[in-house]
Nanobody, 114 residues
């Protein structure tokens, strides 16, 4: 089982990034997928979740209207489009697969700074 995040980096406040998480080794289409983040000195928190077929999404209040989670079951990939980024969005972002078992990726760093 592998979850490989990509797309992180350094961006200025107000900018955008698109994170990707490529999955392998399990039946991706059966799993709900989530993005979490963890800032230094803080607990890991849920950012967004999408159901297995992509019909329902949930967002943290802090990112509503700015972030969009989506998935492509044909490509075994989940995305997080992040717009209007703020310094407080700086964190390591992790994807998570949730169903019978839970799987985590290794994380990708997002730094929002001028």
């Amino acid at each position: 089982v592998q979850l490989v995040e990509s797309g992180g980096g350094l961006v200025q406040p107000g900018g955008s990034l698109r994170l990707s998480c490529a999955a392998s080794g399990f039946t991706f289409s059966r799993y709900h997928m989530s993005w979490y983040r963890q800032a230094p000195g803080k607990e890991r928190e849920l950012v967004a979740r999408i159901t297995s077929a992509g019909g329902n999404t949930v967002y943290a209040d802090s990112v509503k209207g700015r972030f969009t989670i989506s998935r492509d079951n044909a490509k075994n990939t989940v995305y997080l489009q992040m717009n209007s980024l703020k310094s407080e969005d700086t964190a390591v972002y992790y994807c998570k697969a949730e169903w019978t078992w839970n799987y985590w990726g290794q994380g990708t760093q997002v730094t929002v700074s001028s």
